[in-house]
């Protein structure tokens, strides 16, 4: 992804977001650029669509992907 600007987050914890991504960059972070905080995951291209902006899970409102991303980290550092 690019570089680009926050439109929304919905209470639900899509964001909405203008970096450009193409195909294959799902899954992609999207990083708070004053702290380097990651706050979400790139899921949708969609800055055709009505909204007009690109779609990201925000990690703050999604308590499973929060509980995915510390297993696959737990499950890292149990191999080393």
């Given at each position: 992804?690019?570089?680009?600007?926050l439109?929304?987050?919905?209470?639900?914890?899509t964001?909405?977001?203008?970096?450009?991504?193409?195909?294959?960059?799902?899954?992609?972070?999207?990083?708070?650029?004053?702290?380097?905080?990651?706050?979400?995951?790139?899921?949708?291209?969609?800055c055709?669509?009505?909204?007009?902006?690109?779609?990201?899970?925000?990690?703050?409102?999604?308590?499973?992907?929060?509980?995915?991303?510390?297993?696959?980290?737990?499950?890292?550092?149990?191999?080393?």
């Amino acid at each position: 992804l690019s570089e680009g600007k926050l439109k929304k987050i919905k209470s639900n914890g899509t964001m909405y977001h203008k970096m450009d991504g193409s195909n294959g960059s799902s899954g992609s972070a999207v990083i708070l650029k004053s702290t380097g905080e990651i706050v979400g995951i790139h899921t949708h291209n969609g800055c055709q669509d009505i909204i007009r902006a690109n779609r990201a899970t925000a990690l703050s409102e999604n308590i499973q992907v929060q509980e995915a991303i510390k297993d696959c980290l737990n499950s890292e550092n149990e191999e080393n």
